[in-house]
Antibody, heavy 123, light 108 residues
Framework: QVQLQESGPGLVKPSETLSLTCTVS??????????WNWIRQPPGKGLEWIGY???????SYNPSLKSRVTISVDTSKNQFSLKVSSLSAADTAVYYC???????????????WGQGTLVTVSS | DIQMTQSPSSLSASVGDRVTITCRAS??????VNWYQQNPGTAPKLLIY???TLQSGVPSRFSGSGSGTDFTLTISSLQPEDVATYFC??????????FGGGTKVEIK
């Protein structure tokens, strides 16, 4: 059973860059045809997909965030990471990492999630 | 972006009731809809993918249906442990995948 665990700072200042890491256990970030995602949820609100990195290294980002987001992978540590630059209060949210497995009839569901980490943007 | 409109935003039902949650897409999305359950303070849990396929380990009282623009999540007999918020999600357009606004289910 794969497990994902987010780590990173809980408080970041406006205009700074957020860096979060997702550590994967019970599976490999290099496993063929998996997508490794970041999703966020502002307090009391809905879910917003941030982007993914595919097991072959290809990335894709939400157009609404694309200019500020970078997702990368470290296969030696079995981790993938998120950077969000130019933070504002609107980026305050619980950030989740999540996996999309292969062979799901093209529906690309998020089948495994980390527990989430609350990031507050405030001076 | 493809918009997913979920209804109702909240509902209250009795234990044993049949509960139906609806999601409507802003354009046809074939069967590319997934459903999640989220309890307060926890991550969403996948219930249904590809509109009607039950995720492994999910109780059979949960079912999904629909295609095109209209989709339904049904709980055949509501249980106390089903109190949660439910989200639909479309993946027809992966740029970006989008979620419905959520339906909060409570026990009457």
């Amino acid at each position: 059973q794969v497990q994902l665990q987010e780590s990173g700072p809980g408080l970041v200042k406006p205009s700074e860059t957020l860096s979060l890491t997702c550590t994967v256990s019970g599976g490999s970030v290099s496993s063929a045809n998996y997508y490794w995602n970041w999703i966020r949820q502002p307090p009391g609100k809905g879910l917003e997909w941030i982007g993914y990195i595919h097991s072959r290294g290809r990335t894709s980002y939400n157009p609404s965030l694309k200019s500020r987001v970078t997702i990368s992978v470290d296969t030696s540590k079995n981790q993938f990471s998120l950077k969000v630059s130019s933070l504002s209060a609107a980026d305050t949210a619980v950030y989740y990492c999540a996996r999309i497995p292969p062979n799901t009839y093209g529906s690309l569901p998020f089948d495994s999630w980390g527990q989430g980490t609350l990031v507050t943007v405030s001076s | 972006d493809i918009q997913m409109t979920q209804s109702p935003s909240s509902l209250s039902a009795s234990v044993g009731d049949r509960v139906t949650i609806t999601c409507r897409a802003s354009q046809s999305i074939s069967s590319s809809v997934n459903w999640y359950q989220q309890n307060p303070g926890t991550a969403p849990k996948l219930l249904i993918y590809a509109a009607s396929t039950l995720q492994s380990g999910v109780p059979s009282r949960f079912s999904g249906s629909g295609s095109g623009t209209d989709f339904t999540l049904t709980i055949s007999s509501l249980q106390p442990e089903d109190v949660a918020t439910y989200f639909c999600q479309q993946s027809y357009s992966i740029l970006p995948p989008t979620f419905g606004g959520g339906t909060k289910v409570e026990i009457k």
